[in-house]
């Protein structure tokens, strides 16, 4: 164990779904104190709306990241009962995840953790606009049709893939011009509330800033890397709110962070929370950023063994993958 560098990684948004955290409730006290605490910070039933998730509302910004940080908490505790030795020296999330890598560093409690996503999400919902392509392009060949089309970067996935946000009719004719001049890469619309980690979150940002200056910080225990700067965060709490403040309306270099890890050495990552796939229920989901981590991995020719913390029978594979 002391030779292995352990790092977790915490998903963002899209990983949603209804259902989300039941089968872990259902068999861990742990996780459904977690979700009891939630609830409590947040003034409504997290859980209800999870499982069951009764009006349709799990895919709206406001409620999918609180939900997901708290499924991802939910998910590291379980793990954390069943193998306590597995310690991270590096913990890394994509946009959401990332505040859900500060509170699994204690660097916020999970009512500090969960009031300030909801409050972003809100934002993001009320004062967001436009919309997101993934584009099929590394980072300088997408700035330049961005940059053409009055778009720009939101989230350097991968090292061939790039996702620019913008307004609607500016995406348009940036898809449209992709389709013209190289139709094997077209571009591809997510499903979000807004063109976030664009000038388009500025406004979001302004107003968020109050609820992050309100919000007290610790030195994380562990390294947390930034998507705003790709490397590790200070661990002076006033650098890590400005980091958080410039995250939300600047790119999310997750290939950058994913290079800052391969420098420190990492040997083993587990990804917990969430969940991607057609399948209906937790046992069918898969995590949501194993295949981009694999592929950048695989590409730089580095190795690392990957795990996923996401349901009770990927919880206790993993616990048992890090335990000997």
């Not at 793990?79 to 660097?107: D, K, R, W």
């Not at 965060?233 to 391969?262: K, S, Y």
């Not at 989901?285 to 991995?297: G, Q, Y």
Request: proline fraction near 4%.
């Amino acid at each position: 164990m002391a030779e292995r560098r352990i790092m977790f990684v915490f998903p963002g948004q899209g990983s949603q779904y209804r259902g989300m955290g039941s089968d872990v409730a259902a068999e861990f006290a742990v996780a459904r104190d977690t979700y009891a605490e939630a609830s409590e910070a947040l003034g409504y039933d997290i859980a209800r709306l999870s499982f069951e998730d009764p009006q349709g509302e799990i895919g709206l910004t406001r409620y999918t990241q609180p939900a997901l940080l708290t499924h991802s908490i939910a998910c590291l505790r379980a793990f954390s009962e069943l193998a306590p030795a597995a310690q991270p020296v590096l913990a890394a999330g994509h946009s959401l995840g990332e505040y859900t890598a500060l509170v699994a560093a204690g660097s916020l409690s999970l009512a500090a953790g969960l009031r300030l996503v909801k409050r972003r999400g809100e934002l993001m919902g009320e004062y967001g606009a436009g919309g997101m392509l993934a584009l099929g392009l590394d980072r300088a060949a997408a700035r330049a049709v961005a940059d053409r089309h009055c778009c720009q970067i939101a989230s350097i996935n991968l090292p061939e893939q790039t996702v620019v946000g913008g307004l609607d009719t500016d995406l348009e004719s940036l898809a449209a011009e992709m389709e013209r001049i190289n139709p094997r890469k077209r571009a591809v619309r997510l499903a979000t509330e807004g063109a976030f980690h664009t000038y388009l979150m500025v406004e979001a940002a302004r107003r968020f800033r109050e609820t992050l200056d309100a919000t007290a910080f610790a030195p994380p225990g562990n390294g947390v890397l930034s998507n705003y700067t790709a490397g590790l965060h200070d661990p002076e709490p006033g650098a890590i709110r400005t980091r958080l403040f410039f995250q939300l309306f600047n790119p999310v270099d997750w290939v950058g962070c994913l290079g800052t890890a391969m420098a420190q050495g990492v040997t083993h990552m587990i990804e917990f929370g969430g969940g991607i796939g057609s399948g209906e229920g937790p046992a069918d989901k898969r995590p949501n950023l194993e295949s981009i981590v694999r592929k950048t991995l695989r590409g730089a020719g580095y190795e690392a063994q990957y795990a996923a913390a996401i349901s009770t029978a990927t919880i206790r594979d993993a616990a048992a993958q890090l335990s000997h």
